[in-house]
């Protein structure tokens, strides 16, 4: 066991028998939110990073923004609610949000 991976044990990681993706002869140690190499250091993998992650694939797979009326796409810096829309018997009429 490497010097590395000694003050990982002391600082309450725990190996894993993940081989390490940044070096051939490296191994994952784990904690309750990140991931690191033995062997490099590097963090794999953190509770923010897959937070972030997570977010941007459930932007991805949510649906398009389209405007009400038009339902064309909202482009970015679009607004899809800067007024109330409507009518008022014959005139058509909108007030700010």
Do not use: Q
Request: hydrophobic share 30%; charged share 30%.
């Amino acid at each position: 066991m490497g010097e590395l991976a000694n003050s990982l044990k002391r600082e309450g990681f725990e190996r894993t028998e993940r081989e390490s993706p940044f070096h051939d002869d490296g191994t994952l140690w784990a904690n309750s939110h990140e991931l690191v190499c033995d062997e490099t250091g590097i963090v794999v993998s953190s509770d923010d990073e897959l937070k972030n992650e997570e977010k941007s694939i459930a932007e991805l797979a949510a649906g398009r923004p389209r405007y009400s009326n038009s339902r064309k796409p909202i482009l970015p810096g679009g607004f899809s609610a800067a007024y109330h829309w409507g009518s008022d018997g014959d005139e058509f009429v909108y007030d700010a949000a």
